[in-house]
């Protein structure tokens, strides 16, 4: 085998390597991305409360000390961001148009 092929299946072999994760990364992204998502700015407490809730209720848990905080706020054409307190703790709900949820601790 002359220097010439074993250089181009070296290269091909590099770019290869290099863009399939990109490739995959790609087709999962792809594979998740949904154009039905819609937007919801006009959503109201009621829609991303009981998403709080809902969350909880399925999870097992009580939601009597669910205390919804001030600076709820439309984040992104995708999500609310809505503070909360369960107890003596403090948490965050990402709620998307759909009422998915996701939650999170503050760090401050």
């Known amino acids: 085998m002359d220097k ?11 770019l290869v390597v ?5 490739v995959i990364v790609f087709l999962i992204g792809l594979r998740h991305f949904d154009l039905d ?3 919801c700015p006009d959503a109201g407490p ?3 409360e009981s998403a709080v ?3 909880y209720v399925r999870g097992g848990k009580t939601i009597d000390d669910i205390e919804f905080l001030p600076g709820t706020r439309y984040a992104a054409p995708l ?3 809505v503070p909360f307190k369960k107890g003596s703790d403090k ?3 990402l709620v ?7 939650l999170g601790r503050p760090t401050d």
């Open 18 to 22: 290099c863009c399939l994760p990109f």
């Open 96 to 102: 998307d148009c759909r009422g998915g949820i996701e």
């Open 4 to 14: 010439r092929k074993i250089l181009k299946y070296f290269i091909n072999g590099v």
């Open 46 to 48: 009621q829609f991303y």
């Open 91 to 93: 948490y965050f709900a």
């Open 53 to 55: 809730r809902e969350r």
């Open 79 to 81: 999500y609310w961001y």
């Open 37 to 39: 998502t819609g937007t």
